[in-house]
């Protein structure tokens, strides 16, 4: 697993999934990798109350956590009322684009799918709680073969989302109008299936790399 980091033992972990022995194999393979595992749960409302218990810096949070409570975006846009500090995992049997794109709308910083080496969820929670993100290879794979081509003028204006620049500064940087370049926005979100939101695409531009 790439060694111990010095601060494993610092990060503060709960697991929520209601499969036994996905669950056991999850968090032997964090206890061995010493990370700091402070709570487990078997459906949301549990991992609500945990988390807003015990505010640990990561949840590990199956995607499909039961049908009788909270789905996963639920849960994850309760935390980040209740429990700010928790950033949020999700596991998933799936690497279907849908719902990887459906999991970083909601607010997730990481992604793992089920059928991957366990060490991959501690690679997420190290790079989480960090402060960055980590998605399965795969589903990111997936998720970029889904998107549509941009012109390269369309890519010149997302290099520049993503540097947080407004309208105005693409458009003289790029010696276009601002109407040209809000124009380009529009197809933009359309080709993404974004909504008109500048941190959504700020987001989606620094996840795909620009």
């Known amino acids: 697993m790439g060694g111990r980091s010095p601060v494993d033992h610092l990060i503060r972990v709960v697991v929520a999934d ?7 194999g999850i968090l ?6 010493g990370l700091w595992l402070v709570g487990q749960a078997s459906n949301g409302r549990q991992a609500q109350d945990l988390c807003c218990r015990l505010r640990p810096h990561v949840l590990v949070l199956d995607l499909r956590l039961g049908e009788d409570g909270p789905a996963a975006s639920e849960i994850i846009a309760y935390l980040r009322e209740h429990s700010p500090g928790t950033r949020v995992v999700i596991l998933s049997a799936y690497d279907n684009p849908t719902y990887v794109r459906s999991m970083l709308e909601a607010g997730a910083s990481g992604y793992v799918v089920k059928d991957e080496a366990l060490e991959c969820i501690v690679r997420a929670v190290r790079r989480v709680a960090a402060g960055d993100t980590w998605f399965s290879p795969a589903a990111l794979e997936k998720l970029r073969s889904q998107e549509c081509s ?14 947080g620049w407004d309208n105005r500064q693409i458009a003289d940087d790029l010696h276009l109008s601002a109407r040209a370049i809000s124009e380009a926005l529009t197809v933009i979100y359309q080709k993404l299936d974004l909504p008109s939101s500048r941190a959504a695409l700020v987001a989606w531009c620094h996840e795909n790399g620009y």
């Open 18 to 24: 209601d499969h036994p022995l996905i669950l056991a």
């Open 28 to 33: 032997t393979c964090l206890r061995d990798a």
């Open 150 to 163: 941009f012109t390269p003028r369309e890519q010149e204006v997302l290099a520049r989302v993503a540097r």
